[in-house]
Structure formats: C-alpha cells, structure tokens
C-alpha cells in the first residue's frame, strides 16, 4: 500500500525557514517523480514543485522560485522541501504527491505551515 | 502562471448527471491531453479521479468520465450519490513561461 507522510510544519516568523519532509513507503520511490501541493485556508490547491526520480530535474511555481528547494534522498525514500524567506501569504496545508502520467496519484495526508508574527 | 477557471458550484439530485468544466488555454487545457481532475472532501487530502483526459485510475468509479474540447475540459458525474459531495478541481501541464502544472479554481458540488 502507498504510504506518504508529510512532516516538519509548524508555526514560523515572516522571513524565517522550515524544512519539510514526505517519508515515503509501498512503492518504489526511486522510480517516480514527486510534487509538493499547497492548499492555503479555504483556497483552492495551487501546485508547488516536482522533481524527478533521480533528482537531476525540478520546476517550481514562479511564487516560490529562488525561495524555496525541492529535494530527495532515494535511499531513505524521502522528499523534502526546503523554504526560506517566508511570507504569510506562503501559509497552507503542504501535500507531497507521487506524480505519474502529467497526474498527481497518491497523496500524503499533508501538514500544516503557518507563518505569522 | 494563472489558476484555470471552474464554476464556483454546481448541484444536483441523486441519481442525476453533473458536468463540471475547466477552461484554460491553448498553453495548457488546449495543447496538451494532460488534464487531471480530483475530488476532495473537507479536511481530506485530493484523490485523482482522471488522468489524461479521460483515463480512470485502478478502482475509480466508471460513474467519473472525463472529456475535452479545444480549451475546455470537463468532468461528468453520472448517477449521483451523497458520498459525491465535496470539492472538484481540475488540472494541467502547462507551458507557459516555465514549465509548470495549474489547478483550476475548484468546483463545489452539493448532492440536493
């Protein structure tokens, strides 16, 4: 069974850093590309980065280029999501998705980021 | 990069079909046979219902079918049940400045 669980949210001040994490299990992760997903309070979903399997290929969504870093370490099956300089508007609950067929498919459960003063 | 435009909500009575639409571009919708569609229930992470176009995943429901037409893509819910009622949104490969994906604005569908 897929299994993504999402780690590392919390509350943190405008301009300050946090680091995610996306444990993956059931699946063999080295083989798949991966997203992060962002839903802020009551909005709709808005993507955020993906990354390929082996790691050698990102993108990101121009409102968190230069800020924030996709990243993965195929031998522990994880993925991560480095942000920094954060911003309010940046407070959301984050998914990390597997990303198959141009499609999202498996969906961790997601935790939460809130930046405020 | 700019969301892709669904309608606010939409309704029906069980048993009923709905048809939800996403309207974007010829840089996304349009160019490309790479539109998604997921349903989410509050407080409950996305499930993708429809990969490109009108593929179904392992265990989706055939009352889920997806279609498009030039810019427009759309999600068709036949037979509608009250376990239906959540939130819909659609997405895209995009290739407008960077390459990129978008979601569409989100659809609330309400089972009378």
């Known amino acids: 069974e897929v299994q993504l669980v999402e780690s590392g949210g919390g509350l943190v001040q405008p301009g300050g850093s946090l680091r995610l994490s996306c444990a993956a299990s059931g699946f063999i992760f080295s083989s798949f590309w991966m997203t992060w997903v962002r839903q802020g309070p009551g909005k709709g979903l808005e993507w955020v980065a993906n990354i390929k399997s082996d790691g050698s290929e990102n993108s990101y969504a121009d409102s968190v280029k230069g800020r924030f870093t996709i990243s993965r370490d195929n031998a522990k099956n994880s993925l991560s999501l480095q942000m920094n300089s954060l911003r309010a508007e940046d407070t959301a609950v984050f998914f990390c998705?597997?990303?198959?067929?141009?499609?999202?498919?498996?969906w961790g459960q997601g935790t939460l980021v809130t930046v405020s003063s | 990069q700019s969301a892709l435009t669904q309608p606010a909500s939409v309704s029906g009575s069980p048993g009923q079909s709905i048809t939800i639409s996403c309207t974007g571009t010829?840089?996304?919708?349009?160019?490309?046979?790479?539109v998604s569609w997921y349903q989410q229930h509050p407080g409950k992470a996305p499930k993708l219902l429809i990969y490109?176009?009108?593929n179904r995943p392992s265990g989706v429901s055939n009352r889920f079918s997806g279609s498009k037409s030039g810019n427009t893509a759309s999600l068709t819910i036949s037979g509608l049940q009250p376990e239906d009622e959540a939130d819909y949104y659609c997405s895209s490969y995009s290739s407008s400045s960077t390459p990129h994906y978008d979601f569409g604005t989100g659809t609330k569908v309400t089972v009378l």
């Open positions: 010829n840089s996304d919708v349009g160019g490309y046979n790479y």
């Open positions: 998705a597997t990303h198959r067929n141009w499609a999202f498919d498996f």
């Open positions: 490109g176009v009108s």
